[in-house]
């Protein structure tokens, strides 16, 4: 998979000025949802895109040419894998920003994401649930390199898997893109040890 990003950066970087107003409104998702966080990682920063936007600092990908152009946007770039995380608990913030649908092995990934955070920090996972008609489109388009080999998964999916790794769901959100209810996110939390 990170052979297509490393090729296609270019073109995955150019669709956030193509599609200005879309990417505003999935940031406004993320923003609403944050919450105040002192330091945070964005796992598949990709191009730094999210991360710039929402004050983000750090951010780790596999792709070195994105990890380039996030670097020179300002951003601690870290080039490692998502389901082993080079960290300790440093973090009170990690966001999926449409990045799940990508992975290898979501799970190993969500929960080394819970590894590094701190008691009480969040995990943000923002993503086109499967049982969405955006999805329906993604999925039909044969000409995109990225979502051609994307997993898509329901919300439902996404709300087990958090439950899987031991985050508590504090909080979910839609944003209408096209056809209603087209984003969602969950807030994961991890939960203070007694």
């Known amino acids: 998979m990170i052979e297509i990003f490393e090729r296609y950066w270019e073109r995955y970087d150019s ?4 599609n200005r107003e879309i990417f505003l ?7 609403r949802n944050l919450g105040e ?12 895109r999210f991360a710039v936007e929402l004050g983000i600092e750090c951010g780790l990908d596999l792709s070195n040419a994105m990890l380039r152009l996030s670097k020179s946007r300002g951003i601690e770039v870290v080039k490692a894998c998502a389901e082993i995380l080079p960290f300790k608990q440093v ?3 990690v966001l999926f920003a449409f990045t799940l649908c990508f992975l290898e092995n979501p799970i190993d990934a969500l ?7 701190v008691n009480g920090g969040r995990v943000v996972v923002c993503c086109v649930p499967r049982d969405s008609k955006l ?36 909080k979910t959100d839609f944003e209408d893109i096209k056809y209603g209810r087209d984003v969602f996110l969950a807030v994961g939390m991890k939960k203070y040890k007694n």
Do not use: C, H, Q
Request: net charge positive; glycine share 6%; aromatic share 14%.
């Open 15 to 18: 669709w956030y000025d193509r």
């Open 91 to 93: 973090f009170d913030l």
């Open 25 to 31: 409104k999935e940031v406004e998702l993320i923003r």
């Open 135 to 170: 999805a329906e489109d993604y999925m039909s388009r044969r000409d995109s390199p990225f979502y051609s080999k994307a997993r898509f998964y329901t919300t439902s999916e996404i709300l087990n898997m958090l439950k899987e790794v031991k985050l508590d769901v504090v």
């Open 111 to 117: 929960r080394s994401a819970r590894d590094v955070l």
């Open 37 to 48: 966080f002192k330091r945070g990682l964005e796992i598949g920063v990709g191009t730094g």
